[in-house]
T-cell receptor, first 117, second 114 residues
């Protein structure tokens, strides 16, 4: 069964440093999401791509976070500079249809755990 | 935007008993309601979903019911087993994103006592 691949699985970084996460969605999936999950809470959307275009980044802290999906396949989420409050799990997800969540299954990767010290 | 509320936050049952988790949503136009199971250190995994044209859906020991009038949906797990222990999340499409992304509830930690 195809999966959403993420790396690294775990990352410890010092505050003010840069960190990047990579995601490879399920092959053929047009929509890609980055969610952040703080321990004990539900995932919260950071950014959504349809193919290579950003369709929603209203919750992305753009002063320090950036995301790209240059060729409409894999994606990178970057944080610079990292802050203590960024410690969380960063989840990548994808869905086949361009309509996204409207009745279409969204599949999640295993996540990337970030600890900022 | 969509507001999804989930109850209870924790649930402890004996093996073999049933477990019920309830969610309410605010956007009357929402048409898709998935449930995810998240085990420790892993990403959420879809276990069942329901679309707004049906009121109930079953898959072996798991069922989901939907009441569109009241804007709530529930997850039912029968004959619970220790491996059902995990955090469960309900979700609904977020109108702020053109219903392309999901808004999640706060999660229910289910513990099945052997």
């Amino acid at each position: 069964e195809a999966e959403v691949a993420q790396s690294p699985r775990y990352k410890i970084t010092e505050k003010s440093q840069a960190v990047a996460f990579w995601c490879d969605p399920i092959s053929g999936h047009a929509t890609l999401y980055w969610y952040r999950q703080i321990l004990g809470q539900g995932p919260e959307l950071l950014v959504q791509f349809q193919d290579e275009s950003v369709v929603d980044d209203s919750q992305l802290p753009k002063d320090r976070f950036s995301a790209e999906r240059l060729k409409g396949v894999d994606s990178t989420l970057k944080i610079q500079p990292a802050e203590l409050g960024d410690s969380a799990m960063y989840l990548c997800a994808s869905s086949r249809q361009r309509t996204g969540a409207s009745g279409n299954t969204i599949y999640f990767g295993e996540g990337s755990w970030l600890t900022v010290v | 935007g969509e507001n999804v509320e989930q109850h209870p936050s924790t649930l402890s049952v004996q093996e073999g008993d049933s477990a019920v988790i309830k969610c309410t949503y605010s956007d009357s136009a929402s048409n898709y309601f998935p449930w995810y199971k998240q085990e420790l250190g892993k990403g959420p995994q879809l276990i069942i979903d329901i679309r707004s044209n049906v009121g109930e859906k079953k898959d072996q020991r798991i069922a989901v019911t939907l009441n569109k009038t009241a804007k709530h949906f529930s997850l039912h797990i029968t004959e619970t087993q220790p491996e059902d222990s995990a955090v469960y999340f309900c979700a609904a499409p977020s109108p702020d994103t053109g219903r392309r992304a999901l808004t999640f509830g706060s999660g229910t930690r289910l513990q099945v006592q052997p």
